[in-house]
């Protein structure tokens, strides 16, 4: 028996605050605001950058090109076991530092250009001909230091030195909701990317609803989860934080998995599956402001994780990365079954990523200048108010 | 056995051991590339092993799938790549999707 509450327009009542009107589409197209993005939100908020898994031994580190940030970052586990962030440029002439996405440092990272040698914590730690120079302080010269800060191994990094917001309050309910969840009792089976000429916000909108699945995915997954009057999508709940969201769904009792996902689903037999107990519905979908989703599914016999991150590199061009983490398989059914969801999920992320482009084409002939949005998208609507708050509301433009 | 075939038990597969290939992006480029008669006829002849195939498997473990045991694993992993095809979709063609081959994974 499904708990979801089939009533029309839950949301706005539960929000008043924000709203209902139509929202403006200026801001996904607009050049001069992508660069107020830049500036406003991207330079100052908590990115995810990656996870504590990807650099598990000292020495590990892995790079990370923040276009939109207009550098690139040196993730890097320290001999002392510390986990810190760089901007990935040598100190002597601005040479990037770290050519490659990922390594292993046998204890000195050398620039390639004059060979300045750093250390695991980022100390200037070797200069050739040293005593050629005019009173160089070796102290004084290590890499660019990043903000960086873990929460339940997922790895974030603030570009904003001023700042002093901790990741802890930053995160605010989207922690409050998942701390302690066993994420770490999951691993990588696979990345996605995909190089999309769409505005990021229009990318992170085609996903931030529901509405669309019984349309849009008519083929892959139309009935998944609850459906009023066995037709459209109502949601279980939605809770907006400070800057981040989740909407929450039930899944539909009545969908009939296919024979080789059924199958599949018998011969699966993981021994102690990891279980989310954090969960609020079946299926969550997490919007950690800005560019970072997390989504959790309520599996039969385990519980599983997707994240996404949306990154901007111009006002219509995004790279969407797509992570799948499942709990590690040990038998062989186990395996199959993930490998038959990972597919089946990839099928409608790809009608996704067709119509992210779609969108972003249709927004960018200004044929229309506003989204009209139903009950169920609202978590739409108060992303594009967060990202207004920060970036200021744009004038339509002619 | 060759590093490239089937054990005995399954030698009724051997005709679709080129199927058998080690990453989704190989799995997803052949099904790109094959009719939805080969796709079919895969199907129909590896459902019904399904569960000997995991049982054998299970056997070896998967926690790595022994070198011996990888072709039909990977014979498997691509049976799950065509199934929606099959199973859901029935068109080769049907897809309303970006190419696949935009979405480029890394295992
Ligand atoms: S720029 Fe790095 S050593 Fe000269
Ligand atoms: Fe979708």
New binding site residues.
């Given amino acids: 028996m499904t708990k979801t509450l089939m009533t029309d327009k839950r949301w706005a009542a539960k929000y008043p605050w924000l709203g209902t009107g139509p929202v403006a589409t200026e801001s996904c197209i607009s050049p001069d605001y992508f660069e107020r993005e830049r500036t406003l939100i991207f330079r100052r908020s908590w990115l995810n950058v990656g996870r504590v898994d990807e650099i598990p031994e000292r020495g590990q580190y892995f790079v990370r090109e923040l276009a939109v940030c207009h550098t690139s970052i040196l993730i890097m586990r320290g001999k002392d076991g510390k986990i810190r962030g760089f901007h990935n440029v040598c100190a002597h002439r601005g040479n990037r530092l770290v050519p490659h996405e990922r390594g292993q440092c046998p204890g000195k990272l050398m620039c390639n250009f004059h060979f300045w040698t750093f250390d695991t914590e980022g100390k200037l730690s070797w200069v050739p001909d040293e005593e050629n120079f005019h009173g160089l302080d070796k102290s004084k010269l290590g890499l660019t230091p990043v903000r960086t800060d873990i929460w339940e191994g997922f790895i974030f990094v603030n570009l904003d030195d001023a700042g002093t917001e901790s990741l802890e309050d930053y995160l605010d309910g989207v922690g409050k909701q998942l701390n302690g969840a066993p994420f770490g009792k999951l691993s990588r089976l696979r990345t996605f990317k995909v190089d999309e000429r769409a505005n990021w916000k229009v990318a992170i909108d ?2 931030n609803e529901i509405y ?2 019984p349309f ?2 008519r083929f892959t997954f139309p009935d998944a989860f609850v459906l009023k009057d066995n037709r459209y999508t109502r949601l279980f709940d939605v809770n907006l934080y400070k800057r981040h969201s989740v909407w929450s769904c039930e899944y539909n009792p009545d969908y009939k998995v296919s024979p080789l996902g059924a199958l599949l689903g018998r011969l699966d037999r993981l021994k102690d599956p990891p279980r989310f107990t954090q969960m609020i519905g079946d299926f969550d979908f997490f919007l950690v402001f800005p560019n970072m989703v997390i989504l959790l599914f309520k599996g039969a016999a385990w519980d599983f994780v997707v994240t996404y991150n949306f990154w901007p590199l111009a006002v219509d061009h995004t790279i969407w990365e797509i992570r799948y983490y499942y709990p590690p398989a040990d038998n062989a059914g186990t395996r199959l079954n993930q490998e038959y969801g990972l597919c089946r999920l990839r099928d ?1 992320l790809q ?2 990523a067709k119509a992210h482009e779609a969108i972003h084409a249709g927004l960018r002939s200004r044929a229309k200048r506003e989204l009209q949005l139903q009950d169920d998208e609202i978590c739409i609507r108060y992303f594009h108010k967060v990202v207004d708050d920060h970036a200021g509301l744009l004038e339509a433009a002619e | 056995m060759s590093a490239n075939a089937l054990p005995a038990e399954f030698q009724l597969l051997t005709p679709y051991l080129a199927w058998a290939l080690p990453t989704e992006r190989e799995r997803t480029h052949r099904r790109l590339n094959a009719s939805m008669e080969e796709m079919k006829a895969f199907y129909e002849a590896a459902m019904p092993q399904v569960e000997a195939i995991v049982d054998y498997l299970d056997k070896g473990g998967v926690q790595p799938v022994p070198e011996s045991n990888r072709p039909l694993m990977n014979l498997a992993l691509a049976l799950v790549e065509i199934s929606n095809i099959v199973e859901l979709y029935k068109r080769a063609d049907r897809f309303d999707g970006m190419h696949p081959s935009r979405f480029v994974s890394y295992e």
């Fill in positions: 085609a996903q669309h699945l849009q995915h409608t009608e996704d």
